[in-house]
């Protein structure tokens, strides 16, 4: 896996939406793959959680006959945390302020997740 490539799909997503002060991808069982997170941040933690949230989400979907879980969001007094699916074995978590744009943030994230998804499928070059 490229670390330098998906850590620009991270920083790209931050600065092309206004008001994303942290992101995430794990793994779909919340171990942490890469963050770029504020100090305050524990990032394995939020990986774990957001594993958990997007879980049960995907049952919500599954149980409801919604189709394939995209993502959600949780909405808090200051910001939201959105969790997005990366195929079926990793997930980005998206955290923003009280001003960001979350229609704006679901449709810059939709691409960036399919490159984060081949970054992460890549196979790491011979002798790395």
């Known amino acids: 896996m490229d670390h330098k490539a998906l850590a620009l799909e991270m920083r790209g997503l931050r600065e092309q939406v206004s008001g994303i002060t942290d992101t995430a991808v ?3 069982d919340g171990l942490l793959i ?3 997170t504020a100090s305050g941040i524990d990032p394995e933690g939020l ?12 049952r919500t979907t599954q149980a ?7 993502g959600t ?11 997005y699916a990366v195929g079926d074995t ?7 302020d009280e001003g960001v744009d979350v229609e704006g943030l679901h449709r810059a994230t939709r691409p960036a997740l399919d490159r984060i998804g081949s970054i992460l499928a890549a196979k790491a070059p011979e002798g790395v």
């Open 34 to 36: 890469a963050a770029d």
């Open 64 to 70: 409801t006959a919604r189709g394939a879980l995209r």
């Open 26 to 28: 794990a793994a779909a």
């Open 47 to 58: 990986a774990a959680l957001a594993a958990a949230a997007l879980g049960l989400a995907r």
């Open 90 to 96: 990793a997930l980005m978590v998206v955290l923003g």
């Open 73 to 83: 969001v949780a909405y808090g007094t200051e910001g939201c945390a959105a969790f």
